[in-house]
């Protein structure tokens, strides 16, 4: 079983920051994907940041610039450092990672972590 713990998220005035943290722990294989979503009411989940194994990066539009994603392999931990937050990035923001082995594909997710932007 893999197991991802979210902390860092809270109540924010726009124009903030906040740090979210995710520490995946359990049969964790190396060759892996990890990232962040978010959800608001009555939207779609969606890809807010990705840190690939090959060790690039990718952003939502509505996030780049703003936001940085990070990975401590050692410890299994991805941050997600959110800089002039706006009433539009509040969401429950999930962790996730993902890999392809024996071509299977292995996907977890955290339990989220409410961020909530206020004017």
């Known amino acids: 079983q893999v197991q991802l713990v979210e902390s860092g998220g809270g109540l924010v005035q726009a124009g903030g920051s906040l740090r979210l943290s995710c520490v995946a722990s359990g049969r964790i294989f190396s060759i892996n994907n990890m990232g962040w979503y978010r959800q608001a009411p009555g939207k779609q989940r969606e890809l807010v940041a990705v840190f690939t194994s090959a060790g690039s990066t990718n952003y939502a539009d509505s996030v780049t610039g703003r936001f940085t994603i990070s990975r401590d392999n050692a410890n299994n931990t991805v941050y997600l450092q959110m800089n002039s937050l706006k009433p539009g990035d509040t969401a429950v923001y999930y962790c996730?990672?993902?890999?392809?082995?024996?071509?299977?594909?292995?996907?977890?997710w955290g339990q989220g972590t409410q961020v909530t932007v206020s004017s």
């Open positions: 996730n990672i993902r890999w392809i082995r024996l071509g299977a594909m292995q996907d977890y």
